[in-house]
């Protein structure tokens, strides 16, 4: 098994900057890619950004340019930073990890608001 905590979340102004970190435990060394996901009210839970053990990323198209995600294989910790954020990215964020023994599981989300 393999147990996920976000942290990060918060009240940020539009424009303005927030980081997101998610602290693997338990069966890490089964982890091949670790991501997020966000969720807005009313909204399907959709991909943010992923990033496999060796390095390669890959992002939703809206999020392509303001936000990067980083991971430190070391710690078992996976990033998010978000800049020039917008209203529209108002969420609850999820990080994922994909395990070969455990499959896909879920942290407890943080919420993001982007609101002046």
């Known amino acids: 098994q393999v147990q996920l905590v976000e942290s990060g979340g918060g009240l940020v102004q539009p424009g303005g900057s927030l980081r997101l970190s998610c602290a693997a435990s338990?069966?890490?060394?089964?982890?091949?890619?670790m991501g997020w996901y966000r969720q807005a009210p009313g909204k399907q839970r959709e991909l943010v950004a992923r990033?496999?053990?060796?390095?390669?990323?890959n992002y939703a198209d809206s999020m392509k340019g303001r936000f990067t995600i980083s991971r430190d294989n070391a710690k078992n910790t996976v990033h998010l930073q978000m800049d020039s954020l917008k209203p529209e990215d108002t969420a609850v964020y999820y990080c994922?990890?994909?395990?070969?023994?455990?499959?896909?599981?879920w942290g407890q989300g943080t919420q993001v608001t982007v609101s002046s």
């Open positions: 990033i496999t053990n060796g390095g390669s990323t």
């Open positions: 338990g069966s890490t060394f089964s982890i091949y890619a």
């Open positions: 994922n990890a994909e395990s070969r023994i455990s499959g896909s599981s």
